[in-house]
């Protein structure tokens, strides 16, 4: 029980590091978004300002268009001719800057979301952390944290160690309790070793004397918590076996994260060192804000200048980075979708065992500790907003 409590207590003190956490997620959601909201309200007044040249340019058009139609002079006619062209040029480099712009408000939108992601990924990875919160679910699994069981199982030991010379299947199971023992204090409840277990259990029941009518009982009621016990292990393990397949994403996630990073910092110029002093490791929210705002700037000064030096394949250049951003975002989201799915298969498991006379009492600790988990994933984490959210990073021309 002493060990149980202790598993209880770091999952609380895991949990409640986690809300700290969320909470600066969701001051640095604020964040991102006033400088998105930033950038696209610079974009929709570059617009504005297009929308009125083109307005212009096109009644120009139409003005000169008519005078040429109605115009008798030659020299009239070229001269108009003439001022059509240069109109037109003005209206295909107003046309050019436009693009300009919405390629610098994109690259804008995709720096100051990759580099928010710094900051996205820590909650996400101390949320794969309090998995430990789930450890707690071992503890049940484990025999030994219920009453008697440990005094019960020093004397169904005894029965094995008396009679395996003369039983291989004691023999064998006297093996795999010693080996599991040495690993992890536990009893062997799955697989192959629960079987014999329950064969080895079996026997001791059955050759308890009528007399001991107080031990063949316990022994009974052990034998029924170890079978209810072996089964939610087994399915137990299913799940627990998911959390290593998350924690591998996150991992590549984490890798793909610096790569991008690392790219995308060396293309706008900024040193990765300031970057980690003025924004990974700075509190005040105000300088974070004015530290992304400079790099803003910065970037759409780098798309300009890509666009002078490289006439033909500046475009191409940021099209990458812009897509390669995306893909990082929404791997992000899948992650965070899979958490998800995984705390509700853990509600199912839960709700199986629920009724079950041995481990009910155990269920509801589990399932009120589980709901509190899943609110705190929920106020932190919205995957399908997240996600739905990606699609719509970049304006289209």
């Given at each position: 029980?002493?060990?149980?409590?202790?598993?209880?207590?770091?999952?609380?003190?895991?949990?409640?590091?986690?809300?700290?956490?969320?909470?600066?997620?969701?001051?640095?959601?604020?964040?991102?978004?006033?400088?998105?909201?930033?950038?696209?309200?610079?974009?929709?007044?570059?617009?504005?300002?297009?929308?009125?040249?083109?307005?212009?340019?096109?009644?120009?058009?139409?003005?000169?268009?008519?005078?040429?139609?109605?115009?008798?002079?030659?020299?009239?006619?070229?001269?108009?001719?003439?001022e059509r062209v240069q109109v037109v040029e003005d209206k295909q480099r107003a046309l050019e800057?436009?693009?300009?712009?919405?390629?610098?408000?994109?690259?804008?939108?995709?720096?100051?979301?990759?580099?928010?992601?710094?900051?996205?990924?820590?909650?996400?990875?101390?949320?794969?952390?309090?998995?430990?919160?789930?450890?707690?679910?071992?503890?049940?699994?484990?025999?030994?944290?219920?009453?008697?069981?440990?005094?019960?199982?020093?004397?169904?030991?005894?029965?094995?160690?008396?009679?395996?010379?003369?039983?291989?299947?004691?023999?064998?199971?006297?093996?795999?309790?010693?080996?599991?023992?040495?690993?992890?204090?536990?009893?062997?409840?799955?697989?192959?070793?629960?079987?014999?277990?329950?064969?080895?259990?079996?026997?001791?029941?059955?050759?308890?004397s009528k007399r001991e009518k107080e031990l063949k009982a316990q022994s009974e009621a052990m034998?029924?918590?170890?079978?209810?016990?072996?089964?939610?292990?087994?399915?137990?393990?299913?799940?627990?076996?998911?959390?290593?397949?998350?924690?591998?994403?996150?991992?590549?996630?984490?890798?793909?994260?610096?790569?991008?990073?690392?790219?995308?910092?060396?293309?706008?110029?900024?040193?990765?060192?300031?970057?980690?002093?003025?924004?990974?490791?700075?509190?005040?929210?105000?300088?974070?804000?004015?530290?992304?705002?400079?790099?803003?700037?910065?970037?759409?000064?780098?798309?300009?200048?890509?666009?002078?030096?490289?006439?033909?394949?500046?475009?191409?250049?940021?099209?990458?980075?812009?897509?390669?951003?995306?893909?990082?975002?929404?791997?992000?989201?899948?992650?965070?979708?899979?958490?998800?799915?995984?705390?509700?298969?853990?509600?199912?498991?839960?709700?199986?065992?629920?009724?079950?006379?041995?481990?009910?009492?155990?269920?509801?600790?589990?399932?009120?500790?589980?709901?509190?988990?899943?609110?705190?994933?929920?106020?932190?984490?919205?995957?399908?907003?997240?996600?739905?959210?990606?699609?719509?990073?970049?304006?289209?021309?």
């Amino acid at each position: 029980m002493k060990a149980f409590l202790l598993i209880l207590l770091c999952s609380f003190y895991s949990l409640s590091l986690f809300a700290q956490t969320t909470d600066s997620l969701s001051s640095e959601k604020k964040l991102r978004e006033k400088l998105l909201n930033d950038i696209q309200l610079n974009l929709d007044k570059k617009n504005n300002t297009l929308d009125s040249t083109l307005k212009k340019i096109d009644t120009r058009v139409d003005k000169i268009d008519s005078l040429l139609k109605t115009s008798t002079s030659a020299k009239e006619k070229a001269d108009k001719l003439l001022e059509r062209v240069q109109v037109v040029e003005d209206k295909q480099r107003a046309l050019e800057e436009n693009e300009l712009n919405i390629y610098q408000a994109n690259y804008q939108s995709a720096i100051i979301n990759l580099l928010s992601m710094e900051r996205e990924i820590k909650p996400l990875v101390l949320f794969n952390a309090t998995k430990n919160f789930f450890n707690e679910l071992t503890a049940v699994s484990n025999p030994n944290t219920y009453p008697d069981y440990q005094e019960w199982f020093k004397k169904f030991k005894e029965y094995i160690q008396k009679n395996k010379k003369n039983d291989i299947s004691l023999r064998a199971l006297n093996n795999f309790i010693t080996i599991s023992e040495a690993v992890s204090s536990a009893t062997p409840l799955t697989g192959v070793a629960s079987q014999m277990m329950f064969s080895g259990m079996s026997s001791y029941i059955n050759n308890i004397s009528k007399r001991e009518k107080e031990l063949k009982a316990q022994s009974e009621a052990m034998f029924a918590l170890t079978v209810s016990l072996s089964q939610f292990t087994d399915d137990k393990d299913k799940i627990e076996h998911e959390w290593d397949v998350i924690t591998k994403s996150l991992e590549s996630l984490q890798e793909y994260y610096e790569k991008v990073l690392t790219r995308n910092l060396s293309i706008i110029g900024v040193d990765k060192d300031d970057f980690i002093n003025k924004f990974s490791k700075e509190n005040d929210a105000d300088k974070r804000y004015l530290y992304l705002s400079s790099v803003r700037q910065k970037t759409a000064t780098v798309v300009s200048n890509l666009k002078s030096n490289s006439p033909k394949e500046w475009k191409e250049k940021i099209y990458y980075e812009l897509a390669d951003i995306q893909v990082l975002k929404l791997k992000y989201g899948e992650i965070t979708s899979q958490i998800n799915h995984h705390i509700s298969q853990y509600e199912t498991l839960i709700k199986k065992y629920k009724n079950d006379k041995n481990l009910s009492p155990r269920m509801d600790l589990l399932d009120s500790k589980l709901s509190a988990l899943k609110d705190t994933f929920d106020k932190a984490f919205e995957p399908a907003e997240y996600t739905n959210s990606i699609y719509r990073m970049y304006k289209v021309q």
